[in-house]
């Protein structure tokens, strides 16, 4: 039997005229609708959105709990599969002979500064440091809390939540999106990765609702970011001498989370309204700067043995436990209280939570990746984006993590750090190192950190309006109306603000989890058609068929500059 040559005409009905000139028109607007009623109902009924939001956690966790899980786990199978199958490792995410734009450390950079970022300020302290108090070892009372015993534990969840899991949905989102944009010629937007399986039934409605559950979910997962990364500008801020913007218990106060938007939002709005241009590659050339000198004071002048022992130890215990850390679901039994209560509560607080934040998270990195990795093998391409920036992240995790975990095991640190709230923690500890020495110092590291986790919030905020755009103007850059970049900009900010004023972080995490269910599903039929895809075009190869588009218009990226 024949084969046909693949799609490569996906023809998107975009505004001719008017405001939305050069945007798709339903999925705008539908959008920015869905988003609206968010802020909206967060904002003016908080207390009710906070009851609704949180029972629809509570449901989805009972629910899809095991969804999370296994998909993220069915991503990582068919990334390494896709680098070990002959046929797919050599495709080239582009034209044929085609070469990278950028050498092999500006991209890991970019991956790294795109993928992470602003987490990494957060979580490469308070993320260790939680599971070294807490884990599933503690709850069966295999291990002691806070003990010696459960370091190693504490690593092995650490290293799980922020190692190939996690780059492996966006890898999948960036790999789906280059392939279908860059060798088949179609749209640079999520619908074009599922032409293998609905064909061009997606230039229509179903197209249109793929790219609204991308809209949405890109903003919930962003804003997730932002929360973490406000009530951390906050903390910073109380740190540098900025009072009255954090209550008692270290949360910021109303006051101090429209303080931090109205300064994070307004630069990244500025900075999209611009063009992003020399701006964005100034501050990005700033940060990855900062993070290695933040990074190299760990290393040097924290737990630099103890940091070495967590991060080869830790990798080889992660791996070892991965087999069954990717497939089990800790199944409640309903009794509040229990061990198997206790367990599933956990991990729907970290490994499911983390699992839909990078499913959130994935249309933005994705669409990045997809830019800058144009010209690369599948196989470069996936090797590069999951092993690379997993063993970033388990350096800060091993010395920045580890530096506190030795700091409060030895007793030196006496609490500080374990009480410091979140987002507190790596100014307690960094407080705690060099007050002793000289307060400038320790000031000086506190006015550091704020300016790098600064830089890439606006960033991060930037890049997801510019994103969010290219989404809503069927993947092409070129219309970005000052309009809709002012409007994405402060429904982010307003996003924030409501889910934080209407719960906290905790709101946000709920709409995150809830927004990126459906793009799950989504990314599992990405890879479907991404395998189905390859698998034919060997077919076409064998057969003489063509199975590239040979010409690709205005095929020049997302609109991101290689700085981002």
Not at 93 to 103: D, M, N, S, W, Y
Request: with cysteine; glycine share 12%.
């Amino acid at each position: 039997m024949s084969i046909e040559p693949p799609l490569t005409e996906l023809p998107i009905k975009t505004a001719d005229t008017g405001f939305y000139r050069g945007f798709s028109v339903n999925v705008a607007v539908i959008s920015k609708i869905i988003i609206s009623v968010l802020v909206v109902w967060c904002i003016v009924w908080p207390e009710w959105a906070g009851e609704v939001l949180g029972a629809w956690n509570s449901a989805i966790l009972a629910s899809f709990a095991a969804w999370y899980i296994w998909v993220v786990t069915f991503f990582v199978i068919v990334c390494l599969g896709l680098a070990i199958w002959p046929t797919a490792g050599k495709l080239n995410l582009g034209q044929p002979g085609e070469k990278p734009e950028f050498t092999n450390f500006s991209w890991f950079s970019m991956m790294f500064g795109a993928g992470i970022g602003v987490g990494m300020l957060t979580w490469a302290v308070a993320e260790p440091v939680a599971h070294f108090k807490n884990n599933p070892a503690v709850i069966q009372g295999v291990n002691t809390a806070l003990g010696a015993d459960n370091v190693r534990e504490a690593y092995v969840w650490s290293f799980l939540h922020w190692g190939l899991g996690a780059w492996a949905c966006y890898a999948i989102a960036g790999l789906a999106l280059a392939f279908f944009s860059y060798r088949r010629g179609l749209p640079l937007t999520i619908r074009s990765s599922l032409t293998p399986l609905f064909g061009s039934s997606l230039s229509g409605l179903l197209g249109n609702i793929i790219d609204i559950v991308a809209v949405v979910a890109t903003i919930l997962g962003v804003a997730q970011t932002l929360g973490f990364g406000v009530e951390q500008f906050v903390a910073g801020l109380t740190r540098i001498g900025i009072g009255g913007l954090v209550l008692d218990d270290g949360t910021a106060t109303t006051t101090g989370i429209i303080v931090a938007l109205l300064v994070i939002m307004g630069a990244s709005t500025l900075s999209a309204l611009s063009g992003v241009g020399k701006g964005i590659k100034w501050l990005s050339n700033i940060n990855m700067v900062l993070s290695i000198l933040l990074l190299g004071f760990f290393i040097i002048f924290g737990a630099t043995f103890f940091g070495a022992t967590a991060f080869f130890v830790g990798i080889w215990d992660y791996l070892v436990a991965l087999p069954w850390l990717s497939f089990n679901v800790f199944a409640s039994d309903g009794v509040e209280g229990s061990e198997a209560f206790k367990l599933a509560q956990w991990q729907g607080w970290w490994p499911v939570f983390y699992w839909a934040w990078w499913i959130a998270f994935a249309p933005f990195v994705g669409l990045f990746l997809a830019r800058i990795s144009r010209g690369r093998s599948i196989r470069e391409f996936v090797l590069g984006a999951m092993i690379v920036p997993s063993l970033m992240c388990f350096v800060w995790f091993a010395w920045a993590g580890g530096t506190a975990i030795d700091l409060e095991l030895n007793g030196e640190a006496n609490g500080v750090i374990l009480d410091a709230a979140n987002g507190d923690k790596i100014f307690a500890m960094t407080e705690f190192m060099l007050a002793p020495i000289a307060e400038v110092l320790a000031w000086g590291m506190a006015v550091m950190i704020v300016v790098l986790l600064m830089t890439f919030l606006v960033t991060s905020a930037d890049s997801a309006v510019l994103i969010v755009n290219t989404i809503n103007a069927a993947g092409d850059e070129g219309p970005k109306a000052r309009p809709h970049i002012l409007f994405w900009g402060a429904a982010l900010g307003l996003v924030v603000a409501g889910l934080l004023i209407s719960g906290g972080t905790g709101a946000i995490q709920t709409a995150m989890v809830i927004g990126a269910l459906p793009f799950s599903i989504v990314m599992a039929l990405m890879c479907i058609a991404l395998i189905k895809a390859i698998y034919n075009d060997g077919r076409r190869e064998a057969a003489g068929v063509p199975a590239v588009h040979s010409e690709i218009p205005g095929a020049t990226g997302n609109g991101l500059s290689p700085a981002e």
